[in-house]
């Protein structure tokens, strides 16, 4: 297939890299010849207030890494620290799109917003659909740091 973009890029904390993540990134480099993969540092995710504990930055790039390896992504990907909500998007020429989940949508659309504002041209925006568990609700590392589901969506017995 064709790649369409040369350049995209995809953001996030990467935590419990889970099924729901690996839909997002392999849609990234389904539609890219590079994909820029944002993860966000430690302070960034203080920051976002999560309501669960986050692996170290050091462990979350360790796992995005193995992943990228053990799929072949590793040549075409470039991983930087994600210290905000735009990272390089508000930048030109850097990335031509952006592949988001429907969770981040409203994100991808106020970059957007914010890079008219600048006078810099628009991003495609790629949106996936949230990934289902088991019972039909989404994936999240929310709800496995919660016990509820494994990182595949399969629910926990307890």
């Known amino acids: 297939m064709q790649k369409?973009?040369?350049?995209?890029?995809?953001?996030?904390?990467f935590d419990e890299l889970h099924k729901g993540h690996k839909a997002l990134i392999m849609k990234a480099f389904e539609v890219g010849?590079?994909?820029?993969?944002?993860?966000?540092t430690?302070?960034?995710?203080?920051?976002?207030k999560k309501p669960h504990v986050t692996?170290?930055?050091?462990?979350?790039l360790k796992e995005l890494?193995?992943?990228?390896?053990?799929?072949?992504?590793?040549e075409r990907a470039e991983i930087i620290p994600l210290n905000d909500p735009y990272g390089v998007t508000l930048s030109e020429g850097c990335i031509e799109?952006?592949?988001?989940?429907?969770e981040t949508e409203a994100r991808a659309r106020e970059i957007n917003i914010k890079r008219c504002e600048l006078g810099l041209s628009?991003?495609?925006i790629i949106v996936i659909d949230m990934v289902?568990?088991?019972?039909?609700?989404?994936?999240?590392?929310?709800?496995?740091?919660?016990?509820?589901?494994?990182?595949?969506g399969k629910l926990i017995k307890k």
Do not use: W
Request: positive net charge; contains cysteine.
């Open 4 to 13: 369409k973009f040369r350049k995209v890029a995809v953001g996030g904390t």
């Open 33 to 40: 010849r590079k994909v820029l993969i944002g993860l966000c």
């Open 42 to 48: 430690d302070e960034f995710v203080k920051q976002m």
């Open 55 to 60: 692996a170290s930055y050091e462990e979350r």
């Open 65 to 74: 890494k193995d992943f990228l390896i053990k799929n072949g992504f590793m």
């Open 97 to 102: 799109a952006l592949v988001v989940s429907k």
């Open 122 to 124: 628009p991003l495609n």
């Open 132 to 152: 289902p568990a088991e019972n039909h609700v989404e994936v999240s590392t929310t709800r496995i740091r919660r016990g509820e589901i494994d990182r595949e």
